[in-house]
């Protein structure tokens, strides 16, 4: 959990005179707004690309047709979609400078979603997907930033404002571009996901982090500083010692539980019983898992063309996150539905934890070990983001733990541990 202190919200500071501080906002303004259209124009770009390849993995012909259908669809309108969607950015800006309420009203609730049709439904998971995985893995930096804007505005908890910039105003102005594709729910949804890579992912946390070195440069709030809470832990000798929790930390458990009831409204019939006796993932792959095993152990010569580009090596090293390498080849091979969000959210996990500055680089790369064991476990029981008592999570917090207070030249062998399995 974040903790920011605000030395500089002193009683004799209530925020910048209103002329000033539209001009800062204006500033800023634009610096996101040339940000986004760039980023957006690069992954525009790369759409082409994306679905060529997939009409070249096609195991028909109607399906090759399709993409190639797609292919050129997106041609002949990718400059409207460019142009809606900079309006759309432009508009919901407006509205987060005069209305009141947090950018989540932008998303449906979740009793609107249960009226949705299918579509509509799968657009705007996709879309709470990003927004749910952006906050977390730019909290720092967004934190900061909806702090200064706060001051910026004289409403330092953006109580009756939105942020100019947040996730959920971004993510649904493209949805609203992706209105102009008429070649189905397949289609958008793999342009929202090279959306999801190249402009949230990647784009969003670099944008989060310009806007906060730009308004440290105009000395807006400069000195603001954010620390982590940690857990308090006694040692051996009976000293408390910091040690962080990760699955705790990680605030996915109500959002996952929300995602897994709307899916279980869609899903029907009996299902097969993974460990624990919770219900295994509907649609999993054949094979998917003995491929995962395969990765785990660096067998590359075994991997189908499915996964084969996956680096072996990272997964043995722990130091990247290959989760999204995996994912990628997931959804080319038709992946969907509660196994891709099941990729998402362990992808968000390990996005912390292979982040988390506090855990020494040894003991994250051990972790990082984990990656396809996690992902396997979290596919085969549904269990392990929704029982905070579940073996696995628990082990993964003592290792935290343990990461987190360990010290190299005192090691006892703990770096040795083996993630095989």
Known sequence: MTIVHLHDFGNNQRGLP??????????????AKKHLDAAVKLMMAGIDDALFELAEKAESDAAQNHYFDAMREVRIKRSDMEASFLQALESGMERALKSAGSDDSMLHSQQELSLLAEDELEEDLAVRNM???????????????????????GDPELT??????SPALICKAFLVACEYIESGLKVKLIILKLFDRFVVSEGLPELYRELNRRLIELGVLPDLKLNERINKNKDKTGEETAGSTLCESVDIDEGWEKLQALLSERSSGDKPTGPCGSPLSSGVLPGLLDQLTRIQQGDVAALTDRLEGVDCAAAVSGSVNIIRDVKAQALAAGVSGFDAMVIDVVEMLFDYILSDKNIPDAMRSLIG???????KLAVLDRDFFTRKSHPSRLFLNRLAEQAAVWNQASDSGFQNVRCAG
């Open 18 to 31: 209103a002329q000033d501080a539209r001009q800062v906002i204006e500033s800023c303004r634009g610096l």
């Open 160 to 165: 009756q404002h939105e942020l100019l910039v």
């Open 369 to 375: 070990r984990l990656q396809i064991p996690i992902l």
């Open 131 to 153: 927004v749910d995985k952006v906050r977390f893995t730019a909290k720092q930096d967004l934190t900061l930033l909806e702090r200064r804007c706060g001051f910026l505005l």
